[in-house]
């Protein structure tokens, strides 16, 4: 289906998984292990790497975490700076994601929670 109507962007859901489970995204997680992943994934399933979206760097992956509760806002921002960069570049997804946390933060902003293939 995907080969047969190309997307112009594609985002994975990722996790915390250990190396080679999946796209790894979240704490502890560098910008170059989330490259190296979506670069795996790429060329794993047959014919993604000529997909304009990998070859252009719109292969994001973004933290599954942020899929539920106040956190879904930080997600949006990122997904929405994806899709329409020029539009949405007023918005600071990781100023938001920090805003959220409490004090002191329950959760760890040590890792890196979305990423490309060509990390921005």
Known sequence: MVLSHPPEVVINTAGQWA????????????DAEIAQDLRSLSHELPGWQH??????GQFYALWHGFHQGPFAIVALERIAQWLHPTLFSDLDPAATFDALLPTPPALSREGHFWGALNAQ
């Open 51 to 56: 997909l304009d979206a990998v070859q252009q």
């Open 19 to 30: 190396a080679g489970d999946g796209i790894r995204v979240g704490l502890g997680i560098s």
